[in-house]
C-alpha cells in the first residue's frame, strides 16, 4: 500500500473556525465524541425542566387500586402522561400524586409546594364549567396567574387552560411557573400533551431568542413531524369544531413515490382510550359547514401530525405547518379541489394512447406545494374517465376553485374536454387563463399547446374559479395565478351578490 493511504489529514474532519454544536443543541450520544475531538471537557447546559403531573378529582382512585365503589375511577391520566413526559426526553418528569377539591386550603398548599419544585405543572380534570371544576380558579385566586388562553376550538381538548405564575425566590429574582390544565378525559389529556406542552418544553430545552418578536417566536417553535394521508372511508365531520382524529397509517408503495392511508381508530369518544390503541398519528379534520360539507370522504387529503419521536428528532417549525397553516383562519383561505382526468371511452376504460395516471396522492401535494399553504388549502383529489363523469363530479364539488388537471391527453380529447368544460362555465376568465399558459409554458413548452381554460361557475348560491390544466407544467400554472385567484374570486363574488340583489328588486 502507499505510504499514509490510511492516515486522515489534520482538519479533515472539521475545518477551523466550524461551528461544532449550536446553542440549544440537544445533547446525543454523537455530540459527545465531538466535544471531545475538538478538546472541549467543560461546557455551560442548560437543566431539563422539571414537569410535575398532577390528577384531580374525589372521583379518582390510585391506578393500583381497583374501583370497588360506583362512581369510583382509576386514575388513568398521571400514569400516562408520566410515561408520555418521559418519552419525549425534554424534561424530567415529577409525580405530584392525586389532589381532590373538598379542601380548598390544602389543595392551595400542595400546588405551592409543586411550583417550588416544578418549573412546569400539568393537571388534569377539574377545567371545565362543573360546580367542581375549581382548579382555575385556585391558581388565578390564591396565586395571582394570568390566563392567557382557555376554551381551544378544537377537538378533542376544548377546555385546556394555560396560565402563568410568578414564583417568588428567595435572594434571587422570582421565576415564572408554566401551568397547563388539560381536561380530565384521558384522550383529551393525551391529544393536548402533543399539541401544547410538548413544543412548550422543546422551546424550553432549546432556549427562546428574546431579542425576536413574540410572533416568531412562536413562528419558529418546531411541532411534531407531519405527512398528508389519504382516508380509506368517510368520516362525519363535527358541526361545531375541527377536530384531531386518531388515525393508523398504512404505507403504499406507487410509481410516484406512495401514499399514506389513513383509518379512523373507532369511536373517538374522548374518554374512549382505545381510540390512542394503534393510533400512529393525529389527522386534522375541517369543522363541518351544514350546506356545503358535512363529511370527509373516502380518498380525500387531510394533514396529520404523527405521534411518538423524542427529544432532537426531526420536526418541523410552525411556520412550515401543514396542520396549523389549515387550522388557523382556514375560513380566510381559498379551498381547493382537483379533478384528475385521465381521458377513457365511454364505457370507462382508459384509452391506450393515454400514458400512466399520477398518483392523486402526490397530485394533491404538488399543488399544495405550487399554491402555498398560507393562502390555499387543497381538499381532495378525485380522477375521472369519461366526460358524463366529469360533469357529476363538477356539478357536486363544493370549494372556491376546482382544478381540471388533464394527464398525458391526446391533443383531440384536450379540445374535446374544453368544448364541454366551456357550457359549465358561466363567464370566462381569459386572463386567468392566460396567465397560467404562460407559467406552464415556462415550466414546460410544449404545455402552451394545451387548451387552457379559465371561468366563474355559480352554484350552491356562490362562485367558484374553474381552470382546466395539463399535468406537465402544472407548478408552472399554479404558481403564475395563486396571487390572481383570491383576488378574482373576491370580485366573482362580488359580482354573484351584485346581480342576485338586482334579480331581488326586479
Known amino acids: 500500500t502507499s505510504s499514509g493511504k490510511w492516515i486522515r489529514k489534520v482538519g479533515c474532519d472539521m475545518a477551523a473556525g466550524t461551528v461544532a454544536l449550536s446553542a440549544g443543541t440537544v445533547l446525543q450520544p454523537p455530540h459527545v465524541g465531538i466535544l471531545i475531538q475538538i478538546g472541549v471537557n467543560e461546557l455551560v447546559v442548560r437543566d431539563l425542566p422539571k414537569v410535575g403531573v398532577l390528577s384531580t378529582g374525589n372521583e379518582i382512585l390510585p391506578s ?21 413526559l418521559s418519552s419525549w426526553g425534554n424534561c424530567t418528569p415529577v409525580d405530584l400524586g392525586i389532589e381532590t377539591d373538598d379542601d380548598i386550603n390544602e389543595l392551595t398548599n400542595n400546588l405551592r409546594s409543586a411550583m ?21 380558579d385556585v391558581f388565578v385566586e390564591q396565586f395571582g396567574a394570568t390566563v392567557h388562553f382557555g376554551r381551544i376550538h378544537m377537538k378533542p381538548g376544548k377546555p385546556t387552560t394555560f396560565m402563568t405564575i410568578k414564583v417568588p425566590a428567595i435572594g434571587r429574582r422570582s421565576r415564572t411557573c408554566l401551568i397547563f390544565c388539560l381536561p380530565g378525559n384521558p384522550v383529551s389529556g393525551i391529544v393536548c400533551s402533543h399539541l401544547f406542552v410538548r413544543p412548550c418544553l422543546d422551546m424550553l430545552v432549546k432556549g427562546v431568542d428574546t431579542s425576536t418578536s413574540l410572533h416568531d417566536i412562536v413562528q419558529n417553535a418546531t411541532v411534531q413531524e407531519e405527512i398528508v394521508a389519504t382516508l380509506t372511508k368517510d368520516v362525519k365531520l363535527d358541526v361545531e369544531r375541527p377536530e384531531y382524529r386518531r388515525v393508523s397509517l398504512t404505507y403504499v408503495p406507487g410509481a410516484n413515490g406512495g401514499q399514506f392511508l389513513a383509518s379512523s381508530t373507532g369511536v373517538q369518544r374522548s374518554s374512549r382510550l382505545m381510540s390512542m390503541n394503534g393510533a400512529d398519528g393525529l389527522m386534522l379534520l375541517p369543522k363541518g359547514e351544514p350546506g356545503r360539507k358535512l363529511v370527509a370522504k373516502e380518498g380525500e387529503i387531510y394533514p396529520v401530525m404523527l405521534l411518538g419521536g423524542s427529544v432532537g428528532t426531526v420536526g418541523v417549525m410552525v411556520r412550515d405547518s401543514i396542520h396549523i397553516s389549515q387550522s388557523l383562519n382556514s375560513e380566510d383561505k381559498v379551498s381547493v379541489a382537483i379533478v384528475n382526468v385521465v381521458v377513457g371511452d365511454d364505457h370507462g376504460k382508459m384509452l391506450d394512447m393515454v400514458v400512466e395516471a399520477p398518483d392523486t396522492t402526490e397530485l394533491s401535494r404538488r ?104 399535468e406537465e407544467g402544472l407548478e408552472g400554472s399554479l404558481q403564475a395565478v395563486r396571487g390572481l385567484l383570491p383576488h378574482a374570486l373576491e370580485v366573482g363574488k362580488g359580482a354573484s351578490a351584485h346581480h342576485h340583489h338586482h334579480a331581488q328588486n326586479n
Open 64 to 84: 393500583h387500586h381497583h374501583p370497588s365503589a360506583s362512581g369510583k375511577i382509576p386514575d388513568v391520566n398521571r400514569p400516562i402522561l408520566l410515561s408520555t
Open 116 to 136: 417550588d419544585r416544578c418549573d412546569v405543572i400539568v393537571t388534569t380534570g377539574g377545567i371545565s364549567m362543573g360546580e367542581k371544576d375549581v382548579m382555575e
Open 367 to 470: 399543488a399544495a406545494v405550487a399554491l402555498g399553504s398560507d393562502r390555499f388549502n387543497v381538499l381532495a383529489t378525485v380522477k375521472v374517465l369519461t366526460c358524463a363523469e366529469l360533469m357529476t363530479e363538477l356539478a357536486s364539488l363544493e370549494s372556491d376553485v376546482i382544478l381540471v388537471v388533464f394527464a398525458g391527453t391526446p391533443f383531440q380529447e384536450n379540445l374535446r374536454y374544453a368544448s364541454t368544460v366551456r357550457t359549465f362555465i358561466d363567464k370566462e376568465a381569459d386572463a386567468i387563463a392566460l396567465q397560467a399558459r404562460k407559467g406552464a409554458a415556462e415550466q414546460h413548452p410544449t404545455a402552451a399547446l394545451f387548451e387552457f381554460t379559465a371561468g366563474f361557475v355559480h352554484q350552491n348560491q356562490t362562485q367558484c374559479m374553474l381552470l382546466l390544466l395539463p
